[in-house]
């Protein structure tokens, strides 16, 4: 079966201090994805990755950052935490060897509050 | 720029019966189409995924079908359960943008009454 973890169900954290949400996979998928999920907004795609030390912006990159040092983890990183990125934050993955036509399997969520 | 809509934003059936649920998108230049489930404070589960060559998929009492010409989706759900009380999302993988785009509905909220 498809394994996304992300180790982090649910943190509160105080405005400026620095936040990593951790996504592992168990799957062997060269693509990794950050999105965050806001009442009316929907999903947006924070990050992405196609492979181990690659990244690219998506949608809404502004205050984040991330790392992929190895092929099952994609950590996604809040510099400086701020109010507006109270979230539930969501990891997914893809085989990158079906870039166009693969399934996107999702992790169980991390819901960050900052106060 | 895509755009994708799901009707009705929220339904309530008693338990057995059939249902229905709509996805539309905007611009029929898609890889693909995604049905999802999400329950309450969870991540989404992945339900079924028609390619842009088919017509429809199947996995046991869901059906998905795809008209990409009109940019409609149907995901029909056969004899409801109360365990299927949850939010489906569906979801397009654009062909016209540079990076990896998918794009989501906002979601239909089902409640399965017993």
């Known amino acids: 079966d498809v394994k996304v973890t992300q180790s982090s169900r649910y943190l509160v954290k105080r405005t400026g201090e620095k936040v990593f949400l951790e996504c592992v996979q168990d799957?062997?998928?060269?693509?990794m994805f950050w999105y965050r999920q806001d009442p009316g907004l929907g999903l947006r795609l924070i990050y992405f990755s196609y492979d181990v030390k690659m990244k690219e912006k998506g949608d809404i990159p502004e205050g984040y950052s991330v790392s992929r040092e190895k092929k099952e983890r994609f950590s996604l990183i809040l510099e400086s935490a701020s109010t507006n990125q109270t979230s539930m934050y969501l990891c997914?993955?893809?085989?990158?060897?079906?870039?166009?036509?693969?399934?996107?399997?999702f992790g169980e969520g991390s819901r960050l509050t900052v106060l | 720029k895509q755009e994708v809509t799901q009707i009705p934003a929220a339904l309530s059936v008693p338990e057995g019966e059939n249902l229905v649920l709509n996805c539309s998108f905007t611009d029929s230049a898609i890889y693909n189409l995604q049905w999802f489930r999400q329950d309450p404070g969870k991540g989404l589960t992945s339900l079924l995924l028609?390619?842009?060559?088919?017509r429809e998929q199947t996995s046991g009492r869901l059906n998905a079908s795809l008209d990409k010409s009109s940019g409609r989706s149907t995901l029909y759900i056969a004899a409801s359960q109360p365990g299927d009380s949850a939010t489906y999302l569906c979801a397009v993988r654009e062909m016209k943008t540079s990076y990896d785009k998918v794009i989501f509905g906002p979601g239909t909220s089902l409640s399965v009454i017993p």
């Open positions: 799957m062997d998928h060269e693509n």
């Open positions: 028609i390619q842009s060559s088919q």
């Open positions: 997914a993955t893809r085989d990158g060897r079906a870039r166009r036509a693969g399934v996107l399997f």
